[in-house]
């Protein structure tokens, strides 16, 4: 069983930042996947097992950032946060798909508020 255990989040204002952390019990590709009420789940970044490549959503892209350690904790970076980025995150992983276009596995899921 693979389990995923997200961090981080919580509120910001306009402009600000926050960063979460999702450690994996083994090495798979990982990224993070989000969801707020009244819209679909929406893909945020993916990062490969190795980090070689990352791959962000268009509606983040040049303002969050995702990164990894040597190990199994995959980052997200998100600065000049915007309302719209409220949601709540959902950590996932896979073993093959580096796009993680249709994660294996799904963490709990965290919030990340922005307001004024």
């Known amino acids: 069983q693979v389990h995923l255990v997200e961090s981080g989040g919580g509120s910001a204002q306009p402009g600000g930042s926050l960063r979460l952390s999702c450690t994996a019990s083994g090495r798979y590709a990982m990224g993070w996947y989000r969801q707020s009420p009244g819209r679909e789940r929406e893909f945020v970044a993916s990062i490969t097992y190795k980090g070689a490549n990352k791959y962000h959503g268009a509606a983040v892209r040049g303002r969050f950032a995702i990164s990894r350690d040597t190990g199994t904790t995959a980052y997200l970076q998100m600065n000049r946060l915007k309302p719209e980025d409220s949601g709540i995150y959902y950590c996932?992983?896979?073993?093959?798909?580096?796009?993680?276009?249709?994660?294996?596995?799904w963490g709990q899921g965290t919030q990340v508020t922005v307001s004024s």
């Open positions: 996932a992983a896979d073993t093959v798909n580096a796009r993680l276009e249709r994660p294996e596995y």
